[in-house]
């Protein structure tokens, strides 16, 4: 049975992103800490989720970690996090990670239990307020450990690394998750490798989403000397497993793979700042994505104008089907971002990043995160405000919108699951079929043509749909499904008059067995 469709439809947005639109990305703003100090190091970390994001100032007194919100179409402060209990060379903003309303931030030259053993502190949102919730450190904290140098977080557990460790070999290294329970936050479980080794540095980069983690070993020389490797951790039944470990399908000797890694669902990524294949140290980042219980490289990532030194793969980070890669060292130490965009399974690169007053010395591109329509840079040797103070840039995707017309026959593509919320679609002419749940800015369906909306499929019109009529033809719409948005039918009427100056009206309901009480 069709459904027919009400005068007054409901209006469901959506936020999913499918597909590359034609863009830019713009730089909103430069920001900088409100109480900037020479040499603090602000942009040493970033991350933005949502409306939020943070940023890490480790020089300076204990150091801070800065919130700024989205308002409008800027940034701004909002708080500045500091430890209860920080003093002086505690590196408090190594390291920073959010995840929704609470952010994890490191201190690892914090010394309470050990010189330099680190600390992390957990600040959860309240209102517009942040507030100091937990202070964590391992079990049996080791003095130059530095617990914190690298954090993340994700949901109810949080991953650190600490690649000094030697409770089996020099160097070795390990990383702790640590889980919030009803109780607070707590050590779940150390993770070592499987294949544990001396100066292996394991712990040496992490990252957490859902079920994965991933920590990397980027002097791991079981291939080749310092070829470097990433090891993937799966949580089943309250328990983390080694599922894999990653190594470059063409690793040479010292690319340091792993020196930066970040997962986000079945795709992990993996810089290697020193690889070579380019020039000396140009650099590549690695994607691998997860087929079962196995992971497979995907892709190997360049920049498009690989430079000797630059450090491409420094710092990455990736969400959904989006890449950003820092090269802190390209251009004289200017420094650059790249992001690449994935279309199925080809990684393509859709935009090199520099800052509006980038000069040489800034190292942008020291930090890099990737949220939907924003990403977030890290220059921490910007001198803009004072020497190496610091800065983070902002940068906003700009979509372009796309028209999608159907003449019997779908130009430029079938817009049914692609179409974003700035996009047309016109029926020109013939019967067209939306049979994926989309969104668009607004539709319209020409005299003689038609529309089907599948069973169990959601069009959403912002600016609505518009039926349109001529003398001799109308338009119309099939509704297996729902269409969201306001809908409109265009009668046609005819001159007033009789005989040749005027004729009848072409009067019919757009949907085959509606009556015009509906109307």
């Known amino acids: 049975m069709k459904q027919r469709f009400l005068c007054t439809l409901a209006l469901i947005l959506s936020t999913t992103f499918f597909t590359l639109q034609a863009q830019d990305w713009n730089e909103i703003i430069s920001a900088t800490a409100s109480d900037a100090n020479p040499f603090g190091s602000y942009g040493a970390g970033v991350d933005i989720d949502g409306d939020y994001a943070i940023v890490g100032k480790p020089n300076g007194e204990a150091g801070a970690a800065y919130i700024l919100v989205r308002s409008g179409n800027t940034w701004i402060e909002q708080a500045k996090l500091t430890a209860l209990d920080g003093v002086a060379g505690d590196q408090f903003g190594s390291s920073v990670a959010i995840d929704g309303d609470q952010v994890v931030i490191g201190a690892p030259g914090e010394s309470t239990l050990g010189v330099a053993s680190g600390a992390a502190y957990v600040f959860v949102r309240v209102g517009n307020n942040w507030v100091q919730e937990s ?24 991953i650190f690394g600490i690649y000094s460790s030697d409770d089996t070999f020099a160097n070795s290294g390990s990383a702790y998750i640590f889980e919030r329970g009803l109780n607070g936050w707590t050590q779940q479980i150390k993770l070592t490798a499987s294949d544990v080794g001396a100066q292996d540095f394991f712990g040496f980069s992490v990252s957490i989403n859902g079920n994965y983690a991933v920590v990397s070993a980027p002097y791991n020389a079981d291939l080749i000397t310092n070829a470097g490797a990433a090891y993937i951790f799966y949580l089943s039944n309250n328990s983390w497993t080694e599922q894999a470990k990653l190594t470059a399908t063409d690793a040479h000797e010292n690319d340091l793979l792993g020196f930066s890694v970040a997962i986000d669902g079945d795709y992990a990524i993996l810089g290697a700042k020193n690889d070579d294949d380019a020039v000396t140290n140009s650099g590549s980042a690695y994607i691998f994505e997860r087929s079962g219980t196995n992971w497979i490289e995907q892709a190997e990532l360049k920049a498009s104008d690989p430079a000797s030194g630059s450090e491409f793969g420094f710092v990455v980070a990736i969400e959904s089907n989006r890449a950003i890669i820092g090269a802190r060292l390209a251009s004289g130490s200017t420094g650059a971002a790249y992001i690449f965009q994935r279309t199925v399974s080809t990684w393509t690169e859709q935009v090199k990043l520099i800052g509006s007053d980038s000069v040489g010395g800034d190292s942008f591109g020291s930090s890099v995160s990737i949220d939907n329509n924003y990403a977030l840079v890290g220059a921490l040797n910007n001198d803009a405000i004072a020497t190496n103070a610091g800065a983070a840039y902002f940068f906003e995707k700009e979509i372009l919108a796309t028209t999608y017309t159907f003449n019997n026959g779908w130009l430029p593509s079938d817009p049914s699951g692609v179409a974003i919320a700035v996009d047309d679609i016109v029926i020109a002419s013939g019967d067209a079929v939306i ?17 089907t909306v599948n069973s169990g499929v959601t069009l959403t019109a912002t600016v609505g749909l518009v039926l349109e009529s001529s003398a001799t033809s109308y338009s119309s719409l099939i509704l297996d499904g729902t269409v969201a948005g306001n809908l409109s039918y265009e009668r046609h009427v005819n001159i007033n008059g009789s005989g040749s100056t005027g004729s009848n009206d072409l009067v019919s309901a757009p949907l085959t067995g509606q009556d015009f009480a509906s109307f």
């Open 135 to 158: 202070k964590l450190k391992t079990n049996s904290p080791r003095q130059f450990h530095q617990f914190g140098r690298n954090v993340a977080i994700d949901g109810n557990y949080a």
């Open 435 to 451: 049979d994926t749940n989309t969104t668009c800015n607004s539709v319209t369906v020409n005299p003689g043509a038609g529309l």
